[in-house]
């Protein structure tokens, strides 16, 4: 009975090991993937000023910073990365990291939806449906849920109806 317990226990520490070192070894890639991405972020490549957008947004492998995030993807939406662009236009409708403004909102999910983008054109139309940011205009709010439809979104059709 008692060797039992030693080789479970044996196992268990293995595992527990195994484990540790698997954490450290990814917190250490993951220190490598921010030096090298804010490398290229700097240099002005728009994916990387993305992905540090991302990383500073989530708190991942930095300490989690609003500002810098709507920083980074305001870089990569200014080079017309639609992702970028669509997560701007989230930040200024909530508040986070920037001040709150619904029409600059507005204005990052128009130029995303007019690339085809579903929820962008979905927020949008709830934006011209309630006067946030833009003139209240339920023509125009049917239209955006449309195109939302068209391209997918179950949530566009229901507001379409």
Avoid at 10 to 35: G, Y
Avoid at 96 to 106: N, P, T
Avoid at 138 to 145: M, R
Wanted: contains cysteine.
């Amino acid at each position: 009975m008692r060797l039992t317990m030693i080789l479970l226990n044996t196992s268990l520490t293995s595992k527990i090991t195994l484990f540790f070192t698997a954490a450290i070894l990814s917190v250490s890639a993951l220190a490598a993937d921010f030096n090298q991405t804010q490398h290229l972020a700097v240099q002005g490549d728009a994916k990387a000023q993305f992905n540090l957008g991302i990383l500073y947004g989530e708190g991942l492998g930095v300490r989690q910073d609003s500002a810098k995030a709507a920083e980074w993807y305001k870089k990569s939406a200014d080079q017309g990365i639609p992702e970028a662009q669509y997560n701007l236009g989230v930040m200024y409708l909530k508040g986070e990291g920037l001040r709150q403004d619904y029409a600059k909102a507005a204005v990052w999910y128009e130029k995303v939806a007019n690339q085809g983008d579903a929820k962008a054109q979905y927020n949008l139309g709830l934006m011209y449906d309630a006067g946030l940011g833009v003139r209240q205009n339920p023509e125009t709010a049917k239209e955006w849920f449309g195109k939302s439809c068209d391209n997918g979104n179950q949530d566009g059709c229901n507001k379409y109806q």
